[in-house]
C-alpha cells in the first residue's frame, strides 16, 4: 500500500520562498507529482519527479530523493495567487495515483 | 483540445437514492481514474479503468461501481446514498503507461442530503 504524508499547512508572505515537503512509502514507485489546487477547483499538475534531483519550472522547483521516500516543492517570488493547497502524489508500479492530504498555503501581502 | 469533461457540475440527492456521474477524457487519453474528495482533503481513490474494465480498486465499497465505454468515457454509480458521500468526484485521465501524470476534470460537486 501506500502511506503519504504533509504538513497540514503553512503560511508565508509575497515574495519570499517556501519549501513544502512530502514523505512516502510505497510497494513499487513509478514517479512522484506535484498538483496545485485552488479552493474548489480541479488540481492542476505542477511537477513530475522519477529520478533522484531536483526539477526546475520557473517559480516551481521539485526535489525528489527515492532513497528517503521524500520530496519538496519549493516556490519561489510567491504571489498572492499562489494561496492554494499543494498536493503530493505517488504513482506506483501499476501505474495508479494516490494522494496526500495537501498543504494549505497561504501567502499574505 | 477539449480536457478531461465532468457532467453535472452540482447535484443534490437524498439519502438511499442512486447517482450516475459521467467523465470524458482527454483525447488521446485512454485510462480513466475517479477519486472522491471531502472538503479539505486530498482525493481518495475509488478505481481505475482501462480497456473497460477495473483495474485498480481503492479502499471503497461495493456501492461505488464504474463502467468505462468503447470510446474510454467513463461513468461511476453510488448507490444507497449516505451523507457522508458528499464530496467532490474528480475524474481523471492519462495515457496507456501513465505518461506524465492526470489530467483532471472540474469534478462534480455531490451533495447528499
Known amino acids: 500500500g501506500q502511506n503519504i504524508d504533509q504538513p497540514t499547512e503553512m503560511t508565508a508572505t509575497e515574495g519570499a520562498i517556501v519549501q513544502t515537503n512530502c514523505t512516502y512509502q510505497?510497494?513499487?514507485?513509478?514517479?512522484l507529482f506535484w498538483y496545485q489546487q485552488h479552493a474548489g477547483e480541479a488540481p492542476t499538475f505542477l511537477s513530475y519527479?522519477?529520478?533522484?534531483g531536483l526539477e526546475e519550472k520557473g517559480r516551481f522547483s521539485s526535489f525528489l530523493s527515492r532513497s528517503k521516500g521524500y520530496s519538496y516543492l519549493l516556490l519561489k517570488e510567491l504571489q498572492m495567487k499562489d494561496s492554494a493547497s499543494y498536493l503530493c502524489?505517488?504513482?506506483?508500479?501499476?501505474?495508479?495515483?494516490?494522494f496526500g492530504a495537501g498543504t494549505r498555503l497561504t501567502v499574505k501581502p | 483540445d477539449a480536457g478531461v469533461t465532468q457532467s453535472p457540475t452540482h447535484l443534490i440527492k437524498t439519502r438511499g437514492q442512486q447517482v450516475t456521474l459521467r467523465c470524458s477524457p482527454k483525447?488521446?487519453?485512454?485510462?480513466v481514474s475517479w477519486y472522491q474528495q471531502a472538503l479539505g482533503q486530498g482525493p481518495q481513490f475509488i478505481f481505475q479503468?482501462?480497456?473497460?474494465?477495473?483495474?485498480q480498486r481503492g479502499n471503497f465499497p461495493d456501492r461505488f461501481s464504474g463502467h468505462q465505454f468503447p470510446n474510454y468515457s467513463s461513468e461511476l454509480n453510488v448507490n444507497a446514498l449516505l451523507l457522508g458521500d458528499s464530496a467532490l468526484y474528480l475524474c481523471?485521465?492519462?495515457?496507456?503507461?501513465?505518461?506524465?501524470?492526470?489530467?483532471f476534470g472540474s469534478g462534480t460537486r455531490l451533495t447528499v442530503v
Open positions: 481523471a485521465s492519462s495515457p496507456t503507461g501513465g505518461g506524465y501524470g492526470y489530467t
Open positions: 510505497t510497494s513499487g514507485f513509478n514517479g
Open positions: 519527479n522519477v529520478l533522484d
Open positions: 502524489a505517488v504513482r506506483a508500479s501499476n501505474n495508479d495515483m494516490r
Open positions: 483525447s488521446g487519453h485512454d485510462t
Open positions: 479503468y482501462y480497456e473497460e474494465e477495473e483495474r
